[in-house]
């Protein structure tokens, strides 16, 4: 036995002896490096290791949870004690459980955390070095180049004889640039987040940058209207993040979601199909369990436009007289809540010449601004954005400072195509989407 589970062990039982009706414990572990580059230098190294613990304490129908940052045995006793003698004080909720038993020992993707943590850090210097080589151009200036990575365990242990580990990792790299011409400046930025070192190192995220930046000159303003929209896949998997809010149990519950009351009811767009899954290897999401210690699943949201139901934790599905889904959401600093694992809208079939061949006048949406001020209860939003402009199935040039505005609903509604240009962009994967009649206020 691990002198840490002899531990842990030990801190339950003690729990049980204080009155306690269960005792939970979940621990996060991790390492992580960070490297920014400046004028083909180093500037910035930073490694890092901490571990947090959250100690959640049952009692009758109350539970409170004390969070400590060290594994010593008299610490998190009185964390134990802290706990309950908080419980007596919170309201109760009937509902409280928690995972039952059960093991595990898992790594996420074992093969790319291995060549992460093989690799050294001059390399992954050198491949900055590449990224700034690649973006650095005569009209170019440089504004950031950055490397991170991050290896991470959990741990989840109760009373009840649950006890499930995993590891994992993940890295990532960003670009940002601006191009000065003429009096003008342009930014670009490119990034991505990947469990693959090696999927990483093939992106040219340096001339990605260079190329947003570059078809941005000169951008103008259009004609307030209503407009055929492409709205590029980064774009496309923000609108649903935006979107997500109504796929949670717990909103929907409190009568916070777009769709509560409208399982089984067609709610958006008969091509639209969005699912979860938790169990899709080497994406962001992907894990064997979630942070009830429930063993993940795949979860279909939206199937051809009909809402089949949302995403549950175990608490929030004894509530609601649901079945959990898997998606317990936590950290060591919280109690569990409800959350999306790996969210996405599946590749279509169209390219993207297919959806500019039938535009006469319109829109390409590359950035939006302001998502944070969208209302995802009533579902309203008013988002500035700038991108490119199509005439007669090309791109004429650019704009900028227009804002696009309506509800998610009549957007997700107003679903004409599905690009096949799909990508997961952290835990949410999204490809191009063609909509009609997007309301642009501009000039």
């Not at 930025?189 to 940058?209: D, F, H, I, P, V």
Request: one cysteine or more; aromatic letters at 6%.
């Amino acid at each position: 036995m691990r002198s840490e589970d002899k531990v842990l062990k030990e801190v339950m039982a003690y729990g049980l002896k204080q009155g306690a009706r269960d005792v939970e414990i979940y621990i996060e572990k991790s390492r992580s490096k960070n490297l920014e580059l400046r004028k083909g230098a180093l500037e910035k190294s930073e490694d890092a290791a901490s571990i947090g613990i959250g100690v959640r304490v049952l009692r009758g129908q109350k539970e409170a949870l004390v969070f400590r940052t060290s594994l010593e045995r008299e610490s998190l006793a009185k964390a134990v004690e802290e706990a309950f003698e908080m419980a007596a004080y919170l309201d109760e909720d009937p509902h409280l459980t928690l995972g039952e038993a059960g093991e595990y020992r898992g790594v996420q993707s074992p093969e790319e955390d291995a060549a992460m943590d093989g690799a050294s850090e001059e390399g992954k210097i050198q491949f900055l070095q590449g990224l700034e080589k690649e973006a650095n151009r005569k009209d170019v200036v440089l504004e950031g180049i950055s490397y991170s990575e991050e290896h991470y365990t959990h741990r989840i242990l109760n009373t009840r004889g649950l006890d499930k580990e995993e590891s994992g990792a993940w890295c990532g790299a960003s670009v940002s640039l601006a191009i000065q011409k003429k009096g003008v400046s342009e930014t670009g930025y490119s990034y991505l987040y990947t469990r693959s070192l090696e999927k990483l190192l093939e992106r040219k995220l340096g001339n990605e940058a260079y190329s947003r930046a570059r078809e941005m000159l000169g951008a103008g303003s259009v004609a307030t209207g209503k407009y055929p929209v492409i709205f590029h896949r980064e774009v496309s998997a923000s609108l649903l993040g935006l979107l997500a809010h109504s796929f949670s149990g717990e909103n929907l519950y409190k009568g916070k979601s777009l769709f509560t009351g409208k399982e089984g009811e067609k709610v958006l767009s008969d091509k639209l199909q969005i699912i979860d899954d938790g169990t899709m290897k080497g994406v962001l999401g992907a894990k064997a369990f979630d942070g009830d210690g429930t063993t993940v699943r795949r979860n279909t949201v939206i199937q051809d436009g009909v809402f089949l139901g949302g995403l549950y934790n175990l608490s929030m599905a004894a509530k609601t007289g649901k079945v959990t889904t898997g998606n317990s959401s936590r950290s060591f600093t919280s109690l569990p809540g409800v959350s999306r694992n790996s969210l996405f809208i599946p590749r279509g079939r169209e390219s993207k010449q297919d959806m500019l061949s039938v535009m006469t006048k319109g829109l390409i949406i590359r950035d939006l601004m302001g998502l944070h001020m969208a209302n995802p209860v009533t579902g309203e939003f008013s988002l500035g954005a700038s991108g490119l402009l199509v005439e007669n199935g090309k791109i004429r040039g650019s704009f900028r400072g227009v804002t696009v505005s309506g509800n998610l609903k009549d957007l997700f509604g107003s679903l004409e195509g599905i690009g096949r240009d799909f990508r997961f962009e952290t835990t949410l994967g999204a490809p191009s989407l063609f909509m009609k009649d997007v309301i642009i206020s501009g000039s």
